[in-house]
């Protein structure tokens, strides 16, 4: 069964305390791996797509890595603003179009 | 210039009670999705419509009748609500593989 798993769900940082959040993934082909992040009371707001294993995407503080069997969000000199929980999903190659989500991780960002 | 808009944002109505949600998107996509997202912040797929037609039925109740009129909106129709259908309700396009997401309607059922 395709899957995945977040870690940490929460996540307290000094404002450019650099960190990592990781997303595990089980999908049987990936089509594509996906970064979001959610603000409370908001919809998910689109951050990266990654498509195959060694890709790389860049956007302000955040990176995003992917390898076969995880996906890392890199968040450097984090500012407040950056809080936020952050999502990450999975579309399978051979299932449609539908995205599996992960449970998120959850970041707050102290001055 | 909102992308996808749902209404209501916020809909509060008793048990067995039947309510609407509708979903309008200005991008020009073809495939339209609902999600559900529990009270842990978990979000997983209800239904997806591709240019009207039903593509994604993911294991939902009967009581949840999405129904798409045209490729730009698609509804959400819940009869007999439950207190179970407590959630946010998130509206999703996409033209390929990326979706964007609707805002969401929070839904509380008393």
């Known amino acids: 069964e395709d899957q995945v798993t977040q870690s940490p769900e929460a996540l307290r940082l000094q404002e450019g305390e650099s960190s990592s959040l990781n997303c595990s993934y089980t999908v049987s082909g990936l089509r594509g791996l996906f970064w979001y992040r959610q603000d409370p009371g908001k919809g998910p707001e689109f951050l990266f797509t990654?498509?195959?294993a060694g890709e790389e995407k860049e956007k302000e503080r955040l990176k995003a890595t992917l390898t076969k069997k995880e996906s890392f969000l890199h968040i450097t000199a984090p500012k407040p603003e950056d809080s936020a929980t952050y999502l990450c999903?999975?579309?399978?190659?051979?299932?449609?179009?539908?995205?599996?989500f992960g449970t998120g991780t959850r970041l707050q960002v102290f001055p | 210039d909102t992308a996808v808009s749902q209404t209501p944002k916020y809909l509060v109505t008793q048990m067995g009670n039947d309510k609407s949600i509708k979903c309008e998107q200005n991008?020009?996509?073809?495939?339209m999705y609902w999600y559900k997202q529990d009270s842990k912040k978990f979000l997983k797929i209800m239904f997806s419509y591709n240019n009207k037609e039903l593509i994604i039925n993911e294991t939902v109740p009967n009581r949840f009748s999405p129904k798409s009129p045209d490729k730009a909106h698609l509804n959400l129709h819940i009869n007999s609500l439950e207190l179970g259908d407590s959630a946010v309700y998130f509206c999703?396009?996409?033209?390929?593989?990326?979706?964007?997401f609707g805002p969401g309607t929070r839904l509380l059922v008393l």
């Open positions: 999903a999975v579309q399978a190659t051979f299932d449609t179009d539908k995205l599996i």
């Open positions: 999703a396009s996409s033209h390929w593989e990326t979706q964007y």
């Open positions: 990654l498509y195959s």
């Open positions: 991008l020009g996509h073809d495939t």
